[in-house]
């Protein structure tokens, strides 16, 4: 009897890694049992939790960074590491999120970042944006009073022939809504490769100045497909900074002198006007939950899922935890879709989610 050998297996073809490398990854979208099982239909978290700066502002204020850099030096191979030439300065004014995204993105392409947070920012997370090399400021009681001694006092201090001023807003630029758009691109992909037996029913998002909504509705309108760009869109706030809610009720913009709400990361004076526009244009339901409600879903979230989340995100979740889902999306049902977009954050810790329990009397 004789004996073959096996062919060998064939040599593995690498794609080549590119020079230029993006400040945002591509995150997983995965199915979560523990709230499929809540809601009666499939359950799809967009896991955001796993961006380089922890949270989808990668994508926005990574993505306007890249592109001043590429725009001003060419292309970012060229952005100089010496400390002779002539830097481009991003100036970001941030609860934390955005601020961290942008020194992320600002230290990944050898530039220079200042982040100015309101006072009550949490030292951990002033620690955590000065470790990419950021200068950081504390001013001020919220973020629009960080965001105007920024563009008031710090970007006009800028010596111009050392350095070029680049003002960063958290949500309110078109790059950042570009940046946040890779968010749909992805959800269309993984959902027809990964769960081709589905129907996308509905996808779910926490709302604040409105930016990860609009690039949202901007990928989906992009994608040329009828089923995604009529997909129903579902827009959470929580009750004391519900502006995009509150604008549609009334039919114009809503300003709020002081935003009110655990979920700092949401607690802006309003959303964009495209906001608006985009929530009138696209099927979209405005959802107020209670800070309770959010806080309780950052409980539930991490005894599911062992993962820790922001209220902000936590008010995403919350439709689901509360069991509001299937009056908010009628006739769900075992083969249809929810899409929720984990928007991360790393302003959380153990302690902080022991404070809700204690607030709130919820189980820890």
Known sequence: MTTSTPPSPPTPTLSPIPKT????????LIESLYLSQLAGCKVLLKYETTQPSGSFKSRGLGHLVYKHVQTHFGNTEDAPTDTNTTKLHFFSSSG????????????????????????????????????????????????????????????????????????????????????????????????????????PAAVVCSVGGGGLFNGICTGFENSGKKQWQDIPLVAVETEGCSTLFDSLATGSQVC????????????????????????????????????????ASCLEFVADHKILVEAACGTALAPIYNGTLKDIVPGLGPEDAVIVIVCGGTNVTFAQLREYADKFELDF
């Open 256 to 295: 709020l002198d002081r935003p009110h709400t655990i979920a700092s990361s949401l607690a802006t004076q309003n959303v964009t006007r495209e906001t608006i526009a985009w929530a009138k244009k696209h099927p979209t339901t405005a959802v107020k939950v209670t800070d309770r409600e959010a806080a």
């Open 21 to 28: 490398t993006l400040p945002y990854i591509q995150t997983p």
């Open 96 to 199: 934390g999120n955005a601020g961290c995204a942008t020194a992320y993105a600002a230290k990944k392409y050898n530039q220079l970042c200042t982040v100015c947070v309101p006072l009550s920012t949490p030292p951990g997370m002033i620690k955590r944006i000065e470790k990419t090399g950021a200068r950081v400021i504390p001013y001020g009681q919220y973020i629009a009073d960080a965001d105007k001694y920024l563009k008031e006092v710090l970007i006009p201090a800028c010596d111009l022939s050392l350095e070029k001023p680049v003002y960063c807003h958290p949500y309110n630029d078109p790059l950042v809504w570009a940046g946040n758009a890779t968010v749909a691109e992805e959800i269309v992909f993984q959902a027809e490769t990964l769960f081709p037996n589905c129907n």
